[in-house]
């Protein structure tokens, strides 16, 4: 994405004020004049080093444990859980070397349940899945693990 250092500034000051991925997506189109997809907004949050605020329904703030509820073992020295390493939800996901034709970027991803399907990203953000197995649906933790893990590749924590 092409921000001049100004604009990528406000977008800084944007998220140094709480301002969630969503919110800058449109402040983006409305302030600066600048249309992106929401898969783009994340894309340059990571290029630019930032992390935005997500909004969190009381529903996950209560159903979270406390600190004291998790085994020491998986608390850092914050006392915060760590995040789960990668693959340790049993989904992995593969970048293609070479982008398929179309695509941003392209990939494979293995289930937890050991379904395979290939991944791409168009060009206007859309995220794309065609498994191997016609009609079949992952499990919504495997769509989530799925996100975290094409993340974390697209960020190069893999390759």
């Known amino acids: 994405m092409n921000l001049t250092e100004d604009q990528k500034s ?41 992390t935005p605020v997500e909004k969190v329904s009381n529903a996950a703030v209560v159903a979270a444990p406390a600190a004291d509820e998790i085994p020491l073992d998986a608390q850092d020295a914050s006392g915060l859980p760590e995040p789960l390493p990668s693959g340790a939800s049993g989904v992995k996901v593969t970048l293609d070397q070479i982008a398929k034709l179309d695509a941003l970027i392209s ?49 190069g924590g893999q390759a």
């Open 10 to 50: 406000i977008v800084s000051k944007w998220i140094a004020d709480g301002v969630s991925l969503s919110d800058v997506q449109s402040r983006l189109r409305s302030e600066l004049g600048v249309i992106v997809t929401y898969m783009e907004a994340r894309i340059l949050m990571t290029e630019l080093n930032l």
């Open 107 to 155: 990939g494979k991803v293995t289930f937890s349940d050991g379904e395979n399907a290939e991944w791409l990203l168009d060009s206007k953000g859309r995220l794309s899945l065609n498994p191997s197995t016609p009609g079949y649906r992952p499990a919504q933790p495997d769509v989530i693990a799925f996100q975290a893990e094409l993340e974390r590749a697209v960020s």
